[in-house]
C-alpha cells in the first residue's frame, strides 16, 4: 500500500510556473505507474498526464501538452508536475494518483490510491 501527499499548489499569475510534488510513503515506489489529475469547480475530474515506473515514458493530455512535464525521482519516492505558461483554465486542485500495473492509463478508475490534493489558482 502506498500513501500519498500532494504540495507546491497556490497562487499564480497567468504564464507563471509552478511546481507540484507528490510525495508517496513506503519502499516501493518505483513498482508504481503514477498520473496526474485535476478537478475545477464545477468540473468533472480530468487526467492531466502519466509516467511509468521508472520514468522512461510520460503522456499528457493534449490540454497541458508542451506545457506540463511529469518527471519523478524514486529515491526519493517523490513525483513532479512542472506546470509552465499557466492559463487561468488550469485553475484546479490537481491529484496525484498510483497503481502497480506497469501500464499508464488515463482511467481515474485504474488508479488505487490517491492523494488528498493540492490547489492551484491562476489569476489572469
Do not use: H
Request: proline share 2%; glycine share 10%.
Amino acid at each position: 500500500q502506498v500513501q500519498l501527499v500532494e504540495s507546491g499548489g497556490g497562487l499564480v499569475q497567468a504564464g507563471g510556473s509552478l511546481r507540484l510534488s507528490c510525495a508517496a510513503s513506503g519502499r516501493t515506489f518505483s513498482r508504481y505507474t503514477v498520473a496526474w489529475f485535476r478537478q475545477a469547480p464545477g468540473k468533472e475530474r480530468e487526467f492531466v498526464g502519466t509516467i511509468r515506473r521508472n520514468g522512461d515514458s510520460t503522456y499528457y493530455a493534449d490540454s497541458v501538452k508542451g506545457r506540463f512535464t511529469i518527471s519523478r525521482d524514486n529515491a526519493k519516492n517523490t513525483v513532479y508536475l512542472q506546470m509552465n505558461s499557466l492559463k487561468p483554465e488550469d485553475a484546479a486542485v490537481y491529484y496525484c494518483a498510483a497503481r502497480g500495473a506497469a501500464r499508464s492509463t488515463d482511467y481515474q478508475t485504474s488508479y488505487d490510491y490517491w492523494g488528498q490534493g493540492t490547489q492551484v489558482t491562476v489569476s489572469s
